[in-house]
């Protein structure tokens, strides 16, 4: 049986302007089905998720509703705020599909917290983007009015930026390895888990958000994974992107995928963090694969027909 740890997108739940609960539920529907292929084909699945949209949506709804009898909640309680909304999306949808399917199999979510160090760099250089997307003047206006950090995401529109520390230590590693060791479906780590330093004896959340690819290399470490694979907005991970020497890549090694990197092929922030969490869960363990692809193509990827194939050979 071979273990994948499955990192979806914060936008896996979102479609356009598909915001409303209805619709995302709809949505998580849709990515169940192929979720549940994989189950159905023998794999044992553990699944992390991105929040970036969700988190930014529920952070807006705190500050638009902030009064003195309605307190705005910090980004971390956000963070943990959409881990629960996400998860029981996600939680609901595919146990529904297994249902249709009559696998017996339970579905299990977990808020997790996940250790990041107090000095990380990362506090005093926010890149993170979280919420929608808005014009460069919009975008400007809302930093004056709030103070802000907003930058432009991958030619995609401007967004703001938070502060996304490196994940250290999965706090709640050892129930998320038990219920999978149970034979559970996991959905753990949600948004790269709530953000917690240790200022002993206490942990204490901060107002930050985790890259999701990052955790889901650590999680796909921690619970000995065979296959990490990260499913995006796109079948393949390409050079020379929206250029017209776009070229993808399919079969590689970590050596060539470090090169481009080294030739800034990839944006920060977008496929950057994707391509590094891969070359990290792979790098010095040739047992290992990686794999960055979209959702409809997972079960290709997995046989090798489709989707950026990453391993550690030379």
Avoid at 56 to 65: Q, R, T, V
Avoid at 169 to 185: F, N, T, V, W, Y
Avoid at 258 to 263: G, K
Wanted: hydrophobic share 45%; with cysteine.
């Amino acid at each position: 049986m071979t273990k994948i740890v499955l990192a979806l997108g914060g936008n896996a739940l979102q479609n356009g302007n598909a915001f409303t609960a209805e619709a995302q539920e709809e949505i998580a529907g849709q990515t169940a089905v192929q979720i549940c292929d994989l189950v159905e084909a023998g794999h044992e699945i553990v699944i992390t998720h991105g929040n970036g949209p969700q988190v930014g949506d529920i952070l807006l709804g705190e500050e638009a509703s902030a009064s003195p009898t309605n307190a705005r909640m910090p980004l971390d309680v956000c963070v943990a705020m959409s881990q629960g909304q996400i998860g029981y999306w996600l939680q609901q949808a595919i146990s529904d599909e297994l249902k249709k399917r009559n696998i017996q199999k339970p579905v299990a979510t977990v808020v997790t917290r996940v250790m990041v160090q107090k000095d990380d760099p990362a506090f005093a250089n926010p890149t993170k983007p979280i919420g929608p997307f808005y014009d460069q003047a919009q975008a400007e206006a809302l930093a004056m009015e709030h103070g802000w950090t907003v930058r432009e995401d991958a030619g995609r529109g401007w967004r703001r930026v938070v502060p996304s520390p490196h994940p250290v230590k999965i706090m709640e590693i050892d129930a998320i390895s038990a219920l999978a060791d149970q034979g559970a479906i996991v959905i753990a780590v949600g948004g790269g888990g709530v953000p917690v330093i240790d200022e002993n004896p206490r942990l204490v959340g901060v107002e930050a958000v985790i890259d999701k690819d990052f955790a889901a290399t650590k999680l796909a470490e921690d619970i000995n994974a065979d296959i990490l694979m990260i499913l995006t907005a796109v079948d393949n991970v390409a050079i020379n992107y929206q250029t017209p020497e776009q070229q993808q890549i399919w079969q590689t090694n970590t050596q060539e995928m470090t090169q481009y990197i080294a030739e800034n092929q990839f944006a920060p922030g977008s496929m950057l963090p994707k391509v590094q969490a891969a070359i990290g869960f792979v790098r010095d363990h040739p047992e290992r694969l990686a794999i960055i692809t979209s959702l409809g193509k997972a079960a290709q990827a997995l046989q090798k027909t489709a989707g950026t194939i990453i391993y550690n050979y030379n």
